[in-house]
């Protein structure tokens, strides 16, 4: 792929040209949605008629992820939106626009709960069901390697913004050793595709539709081949809502109820080690949001996110991290980070 780097003015035009040859060239354009990476979404209106215009500058982004994960979403009968025009050298997507009902914004207005959660649960299992095996072996593989990359987000970020200085060469090589030993039980499970970002922001509620289609999917490119646990994690343990314990615990009953064949206490533990993995990345990552980039909104979740990692790294499958955790990072010097 091509890496373009224009400014402002040349993307602008790149992207009007990209909309006139869709035929979208008279659209009215409003900012939709952004996130925590280079990309936004705009929506169009034209007619009355409406699409979505992601907007995923290269070489910070690259659409082809998203095109290959989206098409093959679509032909499995999962609600992907529609992908209309691409330009993948410039990093845009002409899209349709499954509306504004996200999990979030339904949830935040009352919805069922229960309801919505069932949804996405079956969502998930209908998706490990038909995935062909063929299709796992273009994946990027979700490996130790990234695992433990991902986890030292922690030492790299939030230790030296909690404590001051950078973390000892000890404490890493002891969280290192620690996170090796339990890493291996992630694989108690089979593997499948992770969407990986599988939660309440990416999920829309679509309510003309039926079955697990009436839960629309977004924000999959960063798709990877992963323990089945992997979305299911996202789901449940999604910093941004307080989830109740026993929801959690229905849910992943109707998981397992599905899946006969995996044994329970394997299922857990995978899911604790996936889940600690997690949050610990999580923990890394807001506090590398908020001294790097400067944002500070992510604070807002730490309580969660220390409250999830408390509990992943109370089962049994990880007790080395649970005992690192207590010697080097204990309750009391675990919170957010203040801005400054």
Partial sequence: MNQITPNASERAA??????????????????????????????????????????APPPMEDVRPFLRIGRLLKDLGFSAPEIYAADTEAGFLLLEDLGDRTYTRELDAGGDAEALYALATDTLIALHDRMPPVE???????DEARALREVQLLLDWYWPAHFGAPAPEAVRAEFVAAWREVLPRRLDVPQSIALFDFHVDNLLVLKERKGIEACGLLDFQDAVLAPITFDLVSLLEDVRRNLPWDLMGRMIDRYLAANPAIARERFMAAYAVIGGQRNTRIAGTFARLLKRDGKEWYQRFMPRVWELIAHDIAHPAMAPVAAWYARHLPPGERGAIAAQ
Wanted: no cysteine.
């Fill in 14 to 55: 790149r992207r009007d040209r990209f909309l006139a040859d869709a035929g979208w060239g008279k659209a009215e354009i409003r900012l939709l949605a952004g996130d925590a990476s280079f990309r936004h979404y705009d929506r169009l209106t034209l007619d009355g008629r409406t699409r979505v215009l992601m907007d």
């Fill in 136 to 142: 796992l072996d273009s994946l990027p593989v979700f």
